[in-house]
């Protein structure tokens, strides 16, 4: 059977890792042998290297020069960073607010708090906002799922405002959920004040929260991820298009948000996915929209040209197995919970590398609910990421004379 490039790497590294597998028992040899609780390392160096004869990796350039404040490119999958800019700087998000605002939305329609069916009442409060707007009335009754489509396609701070109020019952307390939420995915560089996303000193975020958030409302409500990609939305006789120009671009992107105001500058987020690669790309701070759509369509270009996307490790299987004491079992199989995806220069594979880092000794019971180590993928010998590794199978406590056998054997490892 003929493997493809991925699956070469993803079966040369499992196997390095199975290979390498002695090495995470019996590593101390001397009387102060370490605790359960601590860590022996199997490095795995250059599990991929390259055969004698073979032409060196092609060369990766740096990253297109992005005229913004603040910019951040990272691989949708593995949550990988591929190139960055003041990503931790303070900023103002304009209406990248908004991405918020339909995260706290779409959890309320999940938990079936509301309903896309709702007929919301529209309050003078939403009716009064000023800046980009649906052109609701006061008094009128309008669905949730129009009010969403007016936050998103039309970027309306008087449907966003209108949505607030029927979510939470007032804006000020819609705006408390939306913190709570921007911690909960750690977000932790940002604090909404409103929730349109109209200026004010204590109302700011970071490139690099916007993008853990954009890369949220993909992964949590893709149900709803259809409307960043509508091109127009008319309400009130009044027929205005997705701010978003790159929709109309680039067929591959998808989304997501535009923001502007005179102090925060032109903002984009947006995600593109090409063959299996999805990049979100964040945009703060540039001079004009064809700006901001340069500067997203530059770094998505750059992403998807020199980097790719693997899986590594599927979940449920075995990436290393280590001997267990004390249990019925004297062996156990470890795996991840989720699978493993690495993103890396394209022909640079070779580069890659993995380390199981196992306790010594590991005691049962282990139970697969119960993280016993850890995985390091690693890029020229640098941390690229870090999985918990799970036994993919109980093991029960032996008897007494079998932890007797095993607690003689420890005592004179």
């Known amino acids: 059977m003929v493997m493809s490039m991925s699956e070469r790497l993803r079966h040369r590294l499992l196997a390095a890792l199975i290979a390498a597998s002695g090495l995470l028992v019996g590593a101390c040899s001397d009387s102060s042998a370490p605790t359960a609780t601590a860590s022996v ?8 290297a390259q055969q004698s004869g073979e032409t060196a990796p092609p060369p990766i350039p740096a990253a297109p020069q992005i005229q913004a404040r603040a910019y951040y490119l990272m691989d949708f999958v593995s949550g990988q960073v591929l190139t960055a800019s003041n990503e931790n700087e303070r900023l103002e998000p304009a209406s990248l607010t908004k991405l918020m605002s339909a995260y706290a939305v779409f959890h309320a329609l999940k938990d079936g708090r509301i309903k896309l069916a709702d007929l ?10 000023e800046g980009s707007r ?5 008094g009128t009754q309008v669905s949730v799922e129009d009010l969403i489509q007016g936050m998103i396609v039309q970027s309306g701070n008087d449907a966003t405002v209108a949505l607030a109020e029927h979510v939470a019952g007032s804006e000020p307390v819609f705006v408390d959920l939306m913190n709570q939420y921007a911690q909960k995915l750690g977000m932790s560089a940002t604090h909404f004040e409103n929730s349109p996303g109209m200026p004010h000193p204590e109302h700011y975020t970071t490139a690099r929260d916007i993008g853990l958030l954009s890369a949220a409302l993909i992964r949590d409500y893709p149900e709803y991820y259809k409307w960043y990609s509508q091109r127009k939305f008319t309400w009130n006789n009044i027929t205005q298009p997705n701010r978003n120009g790159l929709l109309d671009r ?16 032109y903002c984009l987020v947006s995600s593109a996915k090409r063959e299996r690669m999805r990049l979100v790309s964040v945009v703060m701070g540039t001079s004009s929209m064809r700006a901001r759509e340069d500067a997203s369509a530059a770094l998505l270009n750059y992403g998807f040209r020199f980097f790719e996307t693997r899986r590594l490790f ?9 001997r267990v004491w004390k249990g019925e079992a004297e062996e156990a199989s470890m795996g991840v919970i989720e699978d493993v995806y ?4 394209r022909g640079q594979e070779n580069t890659l590398s993995a380390a199981a880092d196992i306790p010594d000794p590991l005691l049962a019971p282990l139970s697969p609910s119960r993280t016993v180590g850890k995985l390091r993928i690693l890029q020229n010998g640098q941390p690229i990421g870090t999985y918990a590794l799970h036994p993919l ?6 008897g007494f004379f079998g932890r007797m056998i095993d607690d003689m054997k420890l005592w004179l490892k």
Request: aromatic share 4%; no cysteine; charged share 15%.
């Open 41 to 48: 390392p199997a490095p795995i160096p250059n599990v991929i």
């Open 120 to 129: 919301v009442t529209i309050s003078p409060h939403a009716r009064a906002q």
């Open 134 to 138: 649906m052109f609701v009335n006061v």
């Open 250 to 265: 680039d067929p591959t992107v998808d989304g997501l948000k535009t923001g502007h105001t005179e102090s925060a500058g």
């Open 314 to 322: 599927a979940t449920g299987e075995t990436v290393v197995s280590a």
């Open 342 to 345: 690495v993103t890396f220069p």
């Open 393 to 398: 199978a109980e093991v029960k406590e032996a």
